[in-house]
């Protein structure tokens, strides 16, 4: 019974101090729990702050990705502008280009142009040269043949119409227009329709078919009274003067020789200004002053 009672007693010792033990250890797990669960608080209360921290930094780089977004957005339309005026500008530079490429081909023709013009110019100066020497010898010719020369609108007794296509006509022409006309049909009237009058229509009678005429005016030394009478320069045989008053003639003007004339039929151009024919004539018209002498022309006047 005693080593019933002892050996309960071991037993019962063992059981408590494994019971010991077991609390022992129970409370040394415990502590050591509770250390590692507030070691793991720690580091969940560590890691819930870097947590809310990246939470913070992904926000921020949210916000900065947004705004970086909206600026490459902004950029990206920024961009296409600019593509759009860059493919604009290369359109106005080819167009340009090509422009520049007419305006080149245009300013070598007018250079060329400009260079035909000034050798043009070299030669109509040289022509104008010319032409003035022969209007100086013209002059000085005239001059010496007693003849003054101006236009139409400077008559001073009748009123001349000219015809700006009128045209020097052949020998042939003119007699043809002196034939067909009949100004010398018209009665003679002195200081009314007399050699001013007969020579102002066939003047504007000629003008009128386009044949270029003038009316000249005569002046006499031995004699008091003038005369008016046509001019016409034939292609063929040069000067003519005609007398129509009362009747068609044509005449022979020059300085100090007789005014002479025979009837248009009775003459060929050949013979207008052949001065020695006129002077071996025994019958002609002629106009001669109060003694009854014949006229001498001392001065011509003809108006074109």
Sequence with gaps: MKKLIIAASI???????????????????KNVLAAELETTQNTLATTQAELADTQDTLAATQADLEE?????????????ATQAILTSTESELETTGHELTFKTGELATANHRIDSLESSLA??????????????????????LGIDVDTSIQCWDVELVDNPEAQNPTWD??????????????????NEYDCSQFSRDLHNNAETAGIRAAEVNLWFSNNDSGHALNAFITTDYGLVWVDCTETDTIAR???????????????????????????????????????GAHSIVSDIMIYW
């Design 253 to 291: 003007i020059k300085l100090n020789k007789e005014y002479r004339a025979v009837d248009k039929y009775s003459i060929s151009g050949q013979n207008a200004r052949n001065d020695p024919w006129w002077d071996s004539l025994t019958f002609y018209y002629y106009m001669s002053n109060d003694g």
């Design 173 to 190: 022409q003119l007699t043809a227009f002196l034939a067909e006309d009949q100004t010398e049909k018209h009665q003679y009237i002195l």
């Design 123 to 144: 030669d109509t100066q040289e022509t104008l040269d010319g032409m003035n020497n022969l209007y100086t010898i013209a002059s000085e010719t005239l001059e010496g």
């Design 11 to 29: 037993v019962l010792g063992l059981g408590l101090l494994a019971a010991v033990y077991f609390c022992i250890s129970l409370t040394m797990d």
């Design 68 to 80: 970086t977004g909206s600026t490459l957005t902004q950029t990206s339309a920024e961009l296409s």
